[in-house]
């Protein structure tokens, strides 16, 4: 029901980005967030968006490089991260939820398959 897009490698200091469409499902209606995880890590919280007033949160590791957005009118919601850095290789995951809006991926309930970013150095 949610796919993430727009992965890829790049080299360090380039740019991405990243897109998640629903089928099924309105996603203005949820809090949306995005989170990675890396081999051998566990999954982490990178940014989120409130579903009515579109108010934004990130983690300080991409504070200044990553944005959060969506498009209502096409159902879809974006990160674009620039600056990258070999650190933010992961496979990068959306997530929904019509209950929280919360940083722990545990209390999401809708996720979409991963998309993989590769940064070299």
């Known amino acids: 029901q949610l796919q993430a897009s727009g992965g890829g490698l790049v080299q360090a200091g380039g740019s991405l980005r990243l897109s998640c469409a629903a089928s099924?499902?309105?996603?203005?209606?949820?809090?949306m967030a995005w989170f990675r995880q890396a081999p051998g890590k566990e999954r982490e919280f990178v940014a989120r968006?409130?579903?009515?007033?579109?108010?934004?949160n990130y983690a300080d590791f991409v504070k200044g490089r990553f944005t959060i957005s969506r498009d209502n009118a096409k159902n879809t919601m974006h990160l674009q991260m620039n600056s990258l850095k070999p650190e933010d290789t992961a496979a990068y995951y959306c997530?929904?939820?019509?209950?929280?809006?919360?940083?722990?991926?545990?209390?999401?309930?809708?996720w979409g398959p991963g998309t993989q970013v590769t940064v070299s150095s």
């Open positions: 997530a929904a939820s019509s209950r929280v809006y919360s940083v722990n991926s545990r209390l999401y309930e809708y």
């Open positions: 968006i409130r579903w009515n007033n579109g108010i934004t």
């Open positions: 099924g499902r309105t996603l203005s209606n949820y809090n």
